[in-house]
């Protein structure tokens, strides 16, 4: 495509995801005040609260993730797409947790089993929320270059995991990667946080490093940012649908 079109075609991306998101952001808020009023018509009931959202940067502190031909690290790009969607779900008014906002690794320093401690505390602090859902934030890597594209992971053990995989696979195929035809799949045991997952949860492997395109775009901040409008607008959708069909 020439340049023109290029620039073309990425405005007009980026016009359809900001009014995604700010549709999603009134979604939230009308879900909200609809209960309010369900809630405030039977008398003494308190305000059913919106899920709190747990965005997971994988990986972090000595476990880099998978590493890029140029250096770059997984566990970089997953905490810069994961604080921009910290973002998106704190100002639509969503309770929001980072299981880490620094380039640490979780679990015990000392312990034998570092990798899988470091997974287990990221599902034991989602097991501090009560009504919560669990979005998980990879990179993918493949020996062949060529592939690339965002793929959703979901829970096959908690109810509603699969809804909001479509709806983010659903909202990336119809704004970001029109020609992106991966189906969300169900994780088993090698995703350790969704077979655990107490709650609704997702993996979102958000692009290929080892495909030389997609890893320029996954190093920029505006490319980070519409994937982070793709996933919130996805889960925001999903949300307002569950609290109307809860109050329904
Ligand atoms: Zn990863």
Redesign the pocket.
Known sequence: MNKHGFGRATFFVSCFLLVSVILAAIATVSARIFISEAESASAGEGQKPLPTVIIDA??GGRDG??SADDGTL?KTL?LAVAKKLERLFSDAGYKTVMTRTEDVALGDENSSHKKLDDLRARVELAKEYENAIFISV??NKFPVPKYSGLCVYFSKKTAGSPALAEEVRMTVAASLQKENGRQIKGAGSEIYVLDNAPCTAILV?CGFLSNPSELAMLKTEEYQSKIAACIFTGAANYMSKTITEEVN
């Open positions: 994988g990986h993730g998978a997984e997953n990879h990179m492997e």
